[in-house]
């Protein structure tokens, strides 16, 4: 108990310890006696036992059912509270009348059961809320503020809690009220208060000739670099056929319900950009709400061999973007396709190598190894520096420049690549004049921000021509020199 509700305590029973020294030195006049001066006598015991017993549940209030509320980090039902005071304040009525005016209590009894026993008949209802409410208010199950979802699928923001339901605003912004023995009697989800995170999800019908493994890769990249989808989780599997297309079901993983709108937003959003980026046309889109989590092993794999072709995949990249469209189309030509499973590596940090990669289709996660030495102990720590998806490139510095790979990459899904190898790049620097530097300026930008981004500087973005020009002429060296 704090210091200030022991001070509080302290100072309520040393005013109730004088009151009920007042209350003594006055019943100094015999109770035999009669006249003006004993009923001023019974008034004032009485106010003085009404001064106590306001004193009394002032302490039970602010200081005992307070301590006790912050010690537990839980409040106590308002409606208790309501007939903790009552009970006191009947106490207080009995002894009066008892006491101070020599009345039966039985008389009091009778009364207060009779006019009970009307009062519950003719407010059954409303007691039934009431009593409904002291269980809700003391499980504490819901609060303001909380988003709750019914068995009918109807969900809505609890925005006033009252002695005897809820105010609801649903999302199309009506207010609905909820009474407390519909919230009892009903099984509900406190969608603010679960345990863990959960999935929601998104549809699309697409049609039928989308084959359904390369759906799968397109709308995963899609989702995957959306930053509030809880640890990047998402899963895509294709859930039924219709007569107009095929359904597929994009979960992902909200870490509660106040963002879910938010993100859900912004995958509707992304999938309508990369599906029209694909040229894929949208039959249906919908949203719909699942509380339950979707095992990834549930998804089944199917191979196909529709994927997007190498020169739609350099349109998508920045790589060749300053070059012409003949010099894009005979490079796509050069470009070689490679599939890669789920979780399978397609290089490591530190090995050599002679190629580079474009995504076509699906994710790759980037991972680099990191030495520490701390207190003389050498620890590693592996950590995940980007995601790519479809026109992103990567390992250009093993194949323009020697370098060993400085990175980990794995695929995060099943993923098509475009590898790009040593020969191809010594033809085009030896057939086009300009292909070196155009190269070199479109890797270098790309170097540029993904440094900007690691270290928030703009300076670092300007870089000077004469750069360019010194990474252009060490990778030509180095392929002159093989």
């Keep these: 108990m704090e210091s200030s509700t022991v001070r509080k305590l302290i100072v309520g029973l040393l005013l109730i310890a004088l009151l009920i020294a007042c209350y003594v030195w006055s019943s100094r006049v015999s109770a035999d006696n009669v006249g003006v001066y004993f009923d001023y006598e019974k008034l004032i015991r009485t106010v003085i036992v009404g001064l106590i017993t306001f004193v009394t549940i002032r302490i039970v209030f602010f200081t005992l059912i307070r301590s006790f509320e912050i010690k537990n980090n839980k409040r106590v039902p308002g409606i208790l509270k309501d007939m903790l005071g009552i009970f006191i304040f009947l106490v207080a009525v009995v002894f009066v009348v008892?006491?101070?005016?020599?009345?039966?209590?039985?008389?009091?009894?009778?009364?207060?059961?009779?006019?009970?026993?009307?009062?519950?008949?003719?407010?059954?209802?409303?007691l039934k809320e009431l009593l409904a409410g002291v269980v809700i208010s003391y499980q504490n199950d819901f609060r303001v503020g909380d988003w709750i979802k019914f068995p009918d699928g109807t969900i809505g923001k609890i925005i006033k809690t009252k002695l005897t339901?809820?105010?609801?605003?649903?999302?199309?912004?009506?207010?609905?009220?909820?009474?407390?023995?519909?919230?009892?009697?009903?099984?509900?989800?406190?969608?603010?208060?679960?345990?863990?995170?959960f999935y929601d999800g998104v549809k699309v019908m697409l049609e039928h000739d989308v084959p359904v493994e390369r759906a799968r890769r397109i709308l995963y990249a899609a989702c995957v670099n959306i930053p509030k989808i809880e640890n990047r989780e998402i899963l895509v599997f294709a859930e039924s056929v219709h007569v107009n297309g095929i359904v597929f079901?994009?979960?992902?993983?909200?870490?509660?319900?106040?963002?879910?709108?938010?993100?859900?937003?912004?995958?509707i959003s992304s999938v309508v950009r990369q599906l029209h980026k694909y040229?894929?046309?949208?039959?249906?889109?919908?949203?719909?709400?699942?509380?339950?989590?979707?095992?990834?092993?549930?998804?089944?794999?199917?191979?196909?061999?529709?994927?997007t072709d190498a020169f739609s995949v350099l349109q998508f990249s920045s790589l060749l973007k300053n070059c012409g469209g003949e010099v894009q189309r005979l490079f796509a030509q050069n470009m070689n396709r490679l599939f890669y499973e789920k979780d399978e590596i397609i290089f490591s940090q530190g090995e050599d190598g002679d190629t580079m990669f474009i995504v076509a289709e699906g994710v790759v996660e980037v991972k680099i190894n990191i030495s520490v030495e701390e207190e003389r102990v050498a620890k590693s720590t592996?950590?995940?520096?980007?995601?790519?998806?479809?026109?992103?490139?990567?390992?250009e510095m093993a194949l323009l420049c020697g370098e060993k790979r400085s990175a980990t990459v794995t695929a995060k899904t099943?993923?098509?690549?475009?590898?790009?190898?040593?020969?191809?790049?010594?033809?085009?620097?030896?057939?086009?004049?300009?292909?070196?530097?155009?190269?070199?300026?479109?890797?270098?930008?790309?170097?540029?921000?993904?440094?900007?981004?690691?270290?928030?500087?703009?300076?670092?973005l300007k870089r000077k021509e004469s750069t360019i020009t010194e990474f252009m002429n060490a990778f030509k060296s180095f392929l002159k020199g093989e």
């Design 98 to 126: 008892t006491n101070i005016y020599s009345q039966s209590a039985m008389l009091i009894f009778i009364g207060l059961g009779a006019s009970g026993i009307g009062i519950a008949y003719v407010a059954q209802d409303l």
């Design 165 to 197: 339901g809820l105010d609801l605003i649903l999302l199309d912004d009506t207010v609905l009220y909820i009474s407390n023995t519909t919230i009892t009697g009903q099984p509900m989800i406190n969608l603010s208060q679960l345990d863990k995170p």
């Design 249 to 267: 079901a994009i979960f992902f993983k909200a870490l509660n319900y106040d963002v879910l709108r938010e993100i859900k937003h912004c995958v």
């Design 279 to 307: 040229g894929l046309k949208i039959c249906e889109l919908s949203g719909q709400y699942n509380i339950h989590n979707i095992q990834p092993e549930s998804v089944k794999k199917y191979d196909d061999f529709h994927v």
């Design 382 to 395: 592996t950590n995940t520096i980007a995601v790519l998806s479809d026109g992103d490139y990567f390992g």
């Design 414 to 460: 099943d993923a098509v690549m475009y590898e790009i190898n040593r020969q191809t790049i010594k033809f085009f620097v030896a057939e086009y004049p300009d292909f070196a530097m155009q190269l070199s300026k479109a890797i270098m930008e790309r170097r540029d921000k993904n440094e900007l981004l690691k270290s928030e500087t703009i300076e670092e």
